[in-house]
């Protein structure tokens, strides 16, 4: 039901004296108080809605007369507006503000005394599926402006001392991991804090940007300065149990074209007042709704370059090129091109992932990359590149997963005027290449070629592709990798707690699946000079990396920098570890760098960090 016009309140006095009065005072230009003998019965608080936990005991119920002052409207995407109580209670678990869902753009403003009639509902964003909590809500609300230029209730402010510092409690084994039912506790975790806040007007003042400002007019900041901080100004995602609760995403209620939204790059700082209701959201979970928002001061943030190596070095590089395809404008082929001129120094291999076919998503049947990569290659070269060859294998049509009909793939650039790449026929989607002895060395019987394509842990995900290189006159292995998604997992302030993560299993069987390839090669060399890297989905400290070095036949390149730095994208605020390079125990000593020249920017070429390592044969 649409809100009535503020002019047409949705209750009619009933008494002839009472409209009488109401006639005479509004000509009068005077705010009408109604007798006590007729005002409508005043329903349930806010706060006796919201409950103690994070499910309204009223949800499924309808309610009437409930009161409250408007401290915040939406009036594009999810419309409605959040109104909060003005006569709180003294238990901090339970909020006193709450969101009406209005379907059309509401009619109240700020400032507004409203009274609320309609049904409570536990709305999930993204559906059950999604693994999100709810947010209680008023649906098919009737609602009542009683009057209006109200003061509205003062924010709470949150600061490193009012968040807790553990993040979130723990499911009971019984409920499967639930914490819907759980009694909130406000002072013990974060998320219980932001729970208890839910739908009330809360503020910030100066925080750091740890979330760039993306596409969708949003960033994240953090309240708590000192956690977890990296080198260049984020916050570091380094175990499972290390989630960050200063986090906070920020959004705006004016539409972007009324107000343009703060453009920040991770290490920026949103200085002064950001204020409004919080709010909770698919993407990102806990949101201020921010009705007053700071400004940014700029931290200086620039994009990293990596010094060029020693002429006896071998340099090898993995860079995640995000859907390329020759319908891309040229801009982005030539920023591309600069990261890997510019920023890494013109490697001698690089392992580029999401190269899609000569028509991107278009999903005609066509599989050939041949377009995509003369188009990359033409622009490295004009960034001040060598002429890179490239080796790969096409797909078959829409059986590797990402976009339909873009037939994402790995493919190997090298410099051939550094490196030879070892041709040897045979390699298609289909067939497994294998590890062969030759002259008493490990070879690969098909080069390039794709490593266990049958294994189901493949299906619908990229096969990894090997390749044998040869570095003044040393082989060299390289296992081009990128692991399936993260898509399905169940998001860090999930209603299971600790939350699930469908998406490991299959990465689990893929880790498991290379390191039998490398123990192949191994076996017959125990010093085979072995570089496993790509877009492996996973951290450093994930089940799929151990699975992955299981037996020590591999150690990551990533984990020797400094702890702060140990990062290659950003997402939700967190800096964390999703590409890798890693090698054998016949590579004994290596440099290593995480090239910081996308994540952390609101402007990127990818959303990917490229990495960067060297060593001597």
């Known amino acids: 039901m649409p809100v009535p016009s503020r002019r047409h309140p949705a209750r009619r006095h009933a008494a002839l004296a009472v409209a009488a009065a109401t006639a005479t005072a509004l000509a009068a230009g005077m705010l009408l108080t109604a007798p006590a003998s007729a005002a409508p019965a005043d329903g349930p608080s806010i706060h006796t809605i919201q409950g103690t936990t994070r499910v309204s005991p009223y949800s499924g119920r309808h309610v009437t007369g409930v009161n409250g002052v408007v401290t915040g409207v939406r009036t594009y995407g999810s419309r409605g507006f959040w109104f909060q109580e003005t006569k709180p209670d003294k238990n901090p678990a339970t909020s006193e503000g709450i969101f009406v869902f209005t379907s059309s753009a509401p009619t109240v403003a700020v400032g507004d005394a409203v009274r609320v009639e309609g049904d409570v509902v536990e709305y999930v964003p993204g559906g059950a599926a999604s693994g999100n909590q709810s947010v209680t809500e008023i649906e098919k609300p009737t609602v009542t402006v009683v009057s209006s230029g109200n003061k509205v209730p003062a924010p709470v402010t949150l600061t490193a001392a009012t968040v807790p510092a553990a993040f979130t409690p723990k499911g009971r084994a019984g409920d499967n991991g639930d914490i819907n039912g759980l009694t909130l506790r406000p002072t013990k975790f974060a998320t219980d804090y932001y729970e208890s806040l839910e739908g009330m007007n809360v503020r910030i003042g100066t925080s750091r940007v740890v979330g760039a400002t993306d596409p969708y007019a949003e960033l994240w900041v953090t309240v708590k300065p000192h956690e977890n901080r990296t080198a260049r100004g984020g916050t570091l995602y380094g175990a499972y149990d290390a989630q960050n609760g200063g986090r906070l995403q920020i ?13 920040a790059n991770v290490g920026d700082t949103l200085t002064g007042t950001t204020e409004g209701p919080m709010d909770f959201n698919q993407y990102g979970g806990y949101t201020i709704a921010a009705t007053t928002i700071g400004k940014v001061k700029d931290g200086g943030l620039v994009r990293e370059s990596a010094k060029p190596g020693a002429e006896s070095e071998l340099s090898v590089a993995t860079y995640n090129v995000e859907n390329l395809d020759p319908g891309d404008p040229q801009d982005k082929f030539d920023a591309l091109a600069e990261g890997v001129v510019t920023h890494l120094a013109s490697p001698d291999i690089v392992s580029i992932e999401e190269v899609q076919d000569d028509n991107g998503a278009t999903d005609d049947g066509t599989v050939s990359a041949e377009r995509t990569l003369k188009k990359f290659t033409d622009a490295i070269v004009a960034a001040g590149g060598p002429r890179y060859a490239w080796r790969g294998i096409d797909p078959e049509n829409d059986k590797d997963g990402g976009e339909p009909g873009g037939n994402i793939r790995q493919v190997f650039l090298y410099n051939p005027d550094r490196v030879s790449f070892t041709d040897r026929a045979g390699g298609d989607a289909t067939t497994a290449t294998a590890v062969v002895e030759r002259e008493g060395a490990p070879a690969l019987a098909a080069s390039p070629g794709r490593v266990d394509p049958a294994n189901p842990a493949w299906e619908n995900s990229r096969k990894p592709l090997a390749g044998e290189f040869v570095f003044r006159g040393r082989t060299v292995f390289v296992v081009a990798n990128h692991f399936n998604s993260k898509g399905g997992d169940q998001p860090l302030t999930a209603a299971q707690q600790p939350p699930v993560r469908v998406s490991e299993t299959q990465r689990h069987a893929q880790a498991a699946s290379v390191n039998a390839f490398v123990r192949q090669l191994t076996a ?36 020797q920098l400094p702890a702060a730095e140990r990062y290659t994208y950003v997402y939700q605020g967190n800096s964390q570890v999703l590409d890798q390079i890693l090698v054998s125990k016949g590579i004994t000593s290596f440099t290593y760098d995480s090239v910081h020249i996308n994540a ?6 990818s959303d990917h960090d490229p990495q960067l390592l060297r060593f001597r044969p």
Do not use: C, H, M, W
């Open 251 to 263: 959004q705006q209620l004016a539409p972007v074209a009324q107000q343009p939204f703060p453009v």
């Open 524 to 559: 017959l060399d125990k010093k085979a000079r072995v570089v496993v890297l790509g877009d492996l989905n996973d951290f450093a400290f994930s089940g799929t990396t151990k699975t992955l070095t299981k037996g020590k036949v591999l150690r990551s390149g990533i984990d």
């Open 600 to 605: 952390e920017f609101a402007q990127q070429n």
